[in-house]
């Protein structure tokens, strides 16, 4: 069975599975305020509809700015099928930078299943599951990786910051404990923050 991050849930821990349709098995407990868990996938065989859209935008990708989420929700915004913001940005961004963001696997709007209380529905995002990964910190302090590294791990935050910006979701870059190393060196997040950053260039 397949392990998947489950990202943005607010889910009531009464029930052992995350979704109406039963597919996705609670591994770890979760309650209301609970935003990061893990859940198994018990039909790995089975697409989601995330997987399709996947493979929709790889295949009209000359048709997308990649870069400039605000046009693409433009184009798709009489697609009854079009994915929400938050998977869009997931997808557009790992075409982008591949490893660097994880793999999202699958989404839907809903209550889930067990919550008591909760009238109004949310987000459910299913990622790639990075939470055995090195985090960046703990890569730093190993002899391993040479000064160069380490400056370019540094040079390429750099360089990220105005393109996760543009999708809301920069602060994936200020949290030390979502950046983790993946595979050899390469610098990627655990999930995307869309916590708003300050202005840095604040108007007067």
């Given at each position: ?5 489950e990202?943005e ?21 979760f ?12 039909k790995?065989?089975?697409p ?8 929709t ?78 985090t ?22 750099t ?46």
């Amino acid at each position: 069975m397949q392990k998947i991050l489950e990202q943005e849930t607010q889910r009531a821990n009464r029930e052992s599975y995350l979704d109406d349709h039963r597919r996705y098995r609670c591994l770890t407990s979760f309650n209301f305020d609970t935003r990061l868990g893990q859940v198994e996938d018990t039909k790995p065989g089975t697409p989601t509809n995330v997987q399709a859209m996947s493979q929709t935008l790889i295949q009209n990708g000359e048709l997308f700015d990649l870069t400039c989420p605000e046009a693409m929700l433009i184009q798709l915004q009489d697609d009854p099928n079009a994915p929400s913001p938050v998977v869009l940005c997931y997808l557009s961004l790992r075409l982008l930078f591949s490893e660097l963001i994880p793999r999202i696997h699958d989404a839907w709007v809903g209550y889930g299943t067990g919550q008591v209380g909760i009238d109004e529905p949310r987000q459910f995002v299913l990622i790639q599951n990075r939470s055995q990964l090195p985090t960046l910190a703990k890569a730093w302090q190993d002899p391993q990786y040479g000064n160069e590294q380490l400056l370019a791990w540094m040079e390429e935050m750099t360089e990220l910051w105005p393109q996760l910006l543009a999708w809301g979701c920069a602060a994936s870059l200020l949290d030390e404990t979502n950046l983790c190393i993946w595979g050899e060196g390469i610098l990627a997040v655990r999930y995307l923050d869309f916590t708003p950053v300050p202005d840095s260039h604040p108007r007067p």
